[in-house]
Structures are given as C-alpha cells and as structure tokens.
C-alpha cells in the first residue's frame, strides 16, 4: 500500500512516509485517499498537503532555502497559501504559481503585490473566509510584520501577517505563520477543531519551543508539526525540546525532517 518509500516512528509511534510528490503527470499516491491525508514538511515554513482532490503548497520558500527538500520547478499544487510577505514564506510563490496555473490565497496588500508580478491570487483578510470548491480559507491574526526590502534597504510593507486555517474534507488544517504567542489562539481551537498545527519554535523572530508549548494548549490540536527551527543557525529553537515540554497536551507533535511526510485521518 505505501509505495513511496519507507515507514519509520515518531515519537507516538506514528507511522511516517517519505515523500512521494506529485508531478505534472498527475500520478497518485496509493494513500490519496478518503480519510487519509498526506501532509510533507518541504522545511523552514513550507509544507505540502495532498488530499483526495487537491494539493496544498504552504509558504514555498524552497529556492535558496539550504533545508529545502524538494525544487521550486518539480512540485505541482492546485492551491498556494501564503502568510505574509516575508521572502522566507513568499519564497517561489509566484513563479510555482505562474507555471502551475495554481492561484496564490494571501492577505490584500500581499496579493495585490503578487498580482502585480503576475501570479494568480485570491485574496482575503483577516477573520474573513472564503468557501472554494475544496472547502473554506479563514485568514487569522498573526503577531509579526510582512515585509520586503527594497534597494537601500528601505522595508516595503505588505499589510499584516496572518496565519491561515484551511477546512477540507473533514479536517482542518492551521498554519500560524511567523508569530508570537497570542492567547486568542483559543479562539481560533474554538471555532473549529484543529486536526493538524504547523507552529513555529524556532524562536528569535516567532515562538520559541516555550511558548509554541503554550500555542498547542492554546488551540488543542490533535497533531503538531514545528516548523521554522533550524533552517539558519539563527533558528535556535530545539524540536526536541518542543516535543519535551508538550508531553501532556494531549496533541501528538511529530517532528519531520525536510522531505518527510505524516499521514493522518
Ligand atoms: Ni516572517
Ligand atoms: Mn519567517
């Protein structure tokens, strides 16, 4: 049945995959299937989430991303979903988006910017959602900033970050962005039980593993993905000591290498 590669355990004793991604052959995965979804960490705040009917691509920064595991021109998403402007999560973006055909769902300002270098964009903002033909996009707040630099250095700002709550086929699925911790992360586990949580823990620009901990009591996930630890020497924040700190959550945190995959019903 898994033919993409091999199994190993988590610390729950989950089974993992390695990856299997999708190309331009529209090729299918044996685990595509109902009520089991696939989600890859592709490393730093990227992620690759395929469902029976659709493929996710989450903040693309692969092209010069040293823990990138897979090439911006070899991943093929029907969706792009992007949590602000920051080029470490706009990544490649645009040119996945111009090749594929697949549109970019972000912030206003960040996709009117996008728009403009001719990517396919739908945008939304903040406690707003969107139903498409897969399901619903809620767009939340996110404690950060959203910018690029330009010449000179000069910060060109591209409205607020957010993080992202995707509903699809019976699960939901949070990214938080880059963020501190906010205790209205309650809210967002309230409105809709969270199946999968991608937190940042890498601490200096959003949560270290401390507060991430705090993040999951927060929102009551039943799974956990770290994510934006290790990609730069900058990035302290341990996975390992994440996954210490929220033993007794209840949420199973499974710590991915670049290019491994969890699957989850
Ligand atoms: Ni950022
Ligand atoms: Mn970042």
Same mark, same amino acid.
């Given at each position: 049945m898994f033919s993409c590669g091999q199994s190993h355990r988590t610390y729950q004793a989950k089974i993992l995959f390695?990856?299997?991604?999708?190309?331009? @052959?529209?090729?299918? &995965?044996?685990?595509?299937?109902e009520n089991n979804?696939?989600?890859?960490?592709l490393g730093h705040a990227a992620g690759y989430l395929e469902?029976?009917?659709e493929r996710f691509l989450f903040d693309p920064f692969l092209?010069?991303?040293?823990?990138?595991?897979?090439r911006a021109d070899r991943i093929d998403p029907t969706y792009?979903?992007?949590?602000h402007g920051h080029s470490d999560h706009v990544?490649? @973006?645009?040119?996945? &988006?111009k090749r594929t055909g697949a549109p970019i769902i972000t912030t206003f300002e960040l996709s009117q910017w996008l728009e403009a270098q001719k990517a396919k964009v739908e945008s939304l903002n903040h406690g707003g959602s969107q139903d498409f033909s897969f399901g619903r996009i809620t767009i939340t707040i996110a404690f950060h900033s959203s910018s690029v630099t330009e010449e000179g250095g000069r910060p060109l700002y591209l409205g607020e970050p957010a993080g992202i709550v995707l509903e699809t086929e019976g699960r939901t699925i949070y990214h938080a962005g880059d963020t501190a911790l906010f205790s209205d992360m309650r809210l967002i586990g309230d409105e809709t039980p969270i199946d999968l949580a991608l937190l940042p823990i890498g601490d200096r620009f959003t949560m270290g593993p401390k507060q991430a901990k705090?993040?999951?009591?927060?929102?009551?996930?039943?799974?956990?993905v770290p994510i934006h630890h290790g990609t730069f020497p900058a990035l302290t924040g341990d996975p390992h000591e994440f996954v210490k700190l929220a033993k007794g959550t209840g949420a199973e945190i499974h710590v991915l290498q670049p290019?491994?995959?969890?699957?989850f019903t």
């Amino acid at each position: 049945m898994f033919s993409c590669g091999q199994s190993h355990r988590t610390y729950q004793a989950k089974i993992l995959f390695k990856p299997c991604y999708h190309q331009a @052959s529209g090729e299918r &995965s044996p685990y595509q299937q109902e009520n089991n979804m696939k989600f890859t960490y592709l490393g730093h705040a990227a992620g690759y989430l395929e469902t029976a009917s659709e493929r996710f691509l989450f903040d693309p920064f692969l092209t010069g991303n040293p823990k990138a595991s897979i090439r911006a021109d070899r991943i093929d998403p029907t969706y792009i979903l992007v949590t602000h402007g920051h080029s470490d999560h706009v990544g490649d @973006s645009v040119a996945i &988006s111009k090749r594929t055909g697949a549109p970019i769902i972000t912030t206003f300002e960040l996709s009117q910017w996008l728009e403009a270098q001719k990517a396919k964009v739908e945008s939304l903002n903040h406690g707003g959602s969107q139903d498409f033909s897969f399901g619903r996009i809620t767009i939340t707040i996110a404690f950060h900033s959203s910018s690029v630099t330009e010449e000179g250095g000069r910060p060109l700002y591209l409205g607020e970050p957010a993080g992202i709550v995707l509903e699809t086929e019976g699960r939901t699925i949070y990214h938080a962005g880059d963020t501190a911790l906010f205790s209205d992360m309650r809210l967002i586990g309230d409105e809709t039980p969270i199946d999968l949580a991608l937190l940042p823990i890498g601490d200096r620009f959003t949560m270290g593993p401390k507060q991430a901990k705090k993040a999951v009591e927060f929102l009551r996930p039943k799974h956990v993905v770290p994510i934006h630890h290790g990609t730069f020497p900058a990035l302290t924040g341990d996975p390992h000591e994440f996954v210490k700190l929220a033993k007794g959550t209840g949420a199973e945190i499974h710590v991915l290498q670049p290019g491994e995959s969890m699957s989850f019903t």
